[in-house]
């Protein structure tokens, strides 16, 4: 089990050998395989990988909203000490518009280009029961002065196309923040964004969990990155967990090879020639349909051995709460 034994954090999310699958050819495609993860009250827990590792559907999960025809076709999903997996439709909406808010990768797709952004918070704000109709237009305002929008009483009467980015990224906070939720969900917000734009939203997000005390899962491809936002990391690879650890612990001692290459991945400053080295990794990423068997890494990866075919992906304890599923880098 992926965990914190730290007491002191009071567990919120808990998710448990979590199987999710898309039907192909009369076959059951697994693409996310015995996940398990924790996030503690007040903690921001990053999720990083490539893309097609796994990660939005690993979100998705949480909330019911993976899309069909994929299924959970078994594990739990513990929110505050129950199994949100069980309730029916209504109870997860009430789920959503109460306590767990949701950023999308792509704010432009996510926000409706016929209604106007105070429409669209307006709404939010009285299904979620937090504002009467009467107050909503003013909390309106309150949320978008609050995520850092400027002149939040005009912009209420703009449409998406007439925001840009970043701004539209701040109304999808605004939107998430309405519910007061407990545990906010942010699926790559800064993907789409400008470097500086990024910084901001970072930020921002950073300074709400402090203010109101919220967890964060934060999911990104960059490591860069997580290691700015994040307290603990779960490392993503063709469907698994392949590392889990503090960022500190990540970032100094990687145990999986395929994090190491993520690190390696981060553009460095030199002070001999001040330009930008990257490396790359080599190869793809694995289809869901067509892994090998043992490590999905092992295509790629310059530590392989013969016996990687055969591993079973169980995460095991290195040190602390640092835990890897690469017994060959684990003996090195």
Known sequence: MVSSNDRRTEELLRIEDLV?????????????NSINLSVGQGEIVG???????????????????????GRVSSGKIMFKGKNILGINKAEERILRSTQIGMIFQDPTSSLNPVFTIGDELVKTLVNSGTSSKNHAVQKSIELLERVGLQNPSERIFMYPHELSGGQRQRVMIALALACKPSLLIADEPTTSLDVTIQLQILDLL??????TGMSILFVSHDMGVISRMCDKVAVMYGGYIVEFATTDSILRFPQHPYTKALISAVPKLTLDTQRVRLSTILGEPPKSSNLPSGCPFGPRCTSRQTSCSDLSMKLELVSGVHFSACPVERSL
Do not use: D, Q, T
């Open 20 to 32: 999710v699958s898309f039907p192909k050819e009369n076959m059951e495609i697994a693409v996310l």
């Open 206 to 211: 950073l300074n709400l969990r402090k203010e």
């Open 47 to 69: 999720i990083v990988g490539e893309s097609g590792s796994g990660k939005s559907i690993a979100c998705r999960s949480i909330i019911g909203l993976i899309p069909k025809p």
